[in-house]
């Protein structure tokens, strides 16, 4: 009953594992770039979901309290505001910009290398083995599956804060009367 039950808690690692294993050396890389790229998405979304409304407040607030706007000194105190409002905005997004197409170069990778254990099975044996070679192209194949998919689940994130990140520095200005 127990060895069930520990079997049944960790049968989706191993079929994780068998996944790892079926894709070659490159799927762990891909995987490490496709985790990377979550979690900064996912600090993305949590900053301009919370921090940023309360930062956003607390510099209008600031602004608002100053005596006078319209001298040079205001307005460069508001041109600082913008654009450290704008730096929090943009944050790890080129982060994010490089993991998108790095994640298909690294699947790339994993099917070159698939194909050349392809060759090389076909050159040691003299002739063409339809095991070596469905092992060499079945990594080559599930390497180039990860890389894309990694690649176009962030996409959507990458133009999504992009715009945002615009719209909400403009807002910001906006918000900045002088």
């Given amino acids: 009953m127990l060895e069930q039950f520990w079997y049944g808690l960790l049968a989706p690692f191993e079929s994780i594992d068998t996944f790892v294993e079926s894709g070659g050396w490159v799927l ?29 407040e607390t510099l209008t607030q600031t602004w608002k309290a100053r005596p006078e706007h319209k001298s040079w000194h205001a307005r460069q105190i508001r041109r600082m ?10 944050g790890s997004l080129p982060l994010i910009r490089v993991i998108v197409p790095l994640a298909p170069l ?10 050349l254990e392809v060759f090389d099975g076909m050159s040691a044996l003299g002739y063409a083995d ?19 998919a990694v690649s176009l689940s962030g996409i959507f994130f990458v133009g999504r804060f992009q715009t945002l990140s615009m719209v909400e ?5 906006d918000a900045l009367e002088y």
């Fill in 28 to 56: 762990p890389w891909i995987f490490i770039a496709g985790l990377v790229m979550w979690t900064l998405i996912v600090e993305r979304w949590w900053y301009l979901r919370y921090a940023y409304r309360k930062e956003r």
């Fill in 81 to 90: 505001m913008i654009s450290r409002i704008n730096v929090r905005l943009v």
């Fill in 106 to 115: 690294l699947g790339l990778l994993g099917t070159v290398t698939g194909m």
């Fill in 130 to 148: 339809a095991r070596t070679m469905s092992d060499g192209v079945s990594h080559a194949m599930v390497a180039t599956l990860a890389g894309l």
């Fill in 169 to 173: 520095t403009e807002l910001f200005a």
